[in-house]
Nanobody
Framework: QVQLVESGGGQVQAGGSLRLSCATS????????MGWYRQAPGNQRELVAD???????NYADSVKGRFTISRDSAKNTVYVQMTSLKPEDAGVYYC?????????????WGQGTPVTVSS
């Protein structure tokens, strides 16, 4: 089974920065996309940023210019550097991976790491 483990969450003041990491373990033959989602209390989980196997990136409008997603393909690890954090960026951040697992397209999720931004 593929496991994703997020780290780097915590509490930060508005305007501060955090770097989240998502490490992947297990065997997956081909990763097509990795991404970060977040979920605030009472809200649906929303895409923050994702990156394809080719390196193309996509960001939610609310984080453009402040967040940067990157990937270490050799380690199957994805990062998101978050700067100029705002209270509305708070929530649980989840890592997601899409790829081929034993020939079938699958999506895997991490357990999430909480981010708190105080004003």
């Amino acid at each position: 089974q593929v496991q994703l483990v997020e780290s780097g969450g915590g509490q930060v003041q508005a305007g501060g920065s955090l770097r989240l990491s998502c490490a992947t373990s297990g065997v997956i033959s081909s990763i097509s996309r990795m991404g970060w989602y977040r979920q605030a209390p009472g809200n649906q989980r929303e895409l923050v940023a994702d990156i394809t196997s080719g390196g193309s990136t996509n960001y939610a409008d609310s984080v453009k210019g402040r967040f940067t997603i990157s990937r270490d393909s050799a380690k199957n690890t994805v990062y998101v550097q978050m700067t100029s954090l705002k209270p509305e960026d708070a929530g649980v951040y989840y890592c997601n991976l899409e790829g081929l697992y034993f020939g079938r397209k699958r999506s895997f999720w991490g357990q999430g790491t909480p981010v708190t931004v105080s004003s």
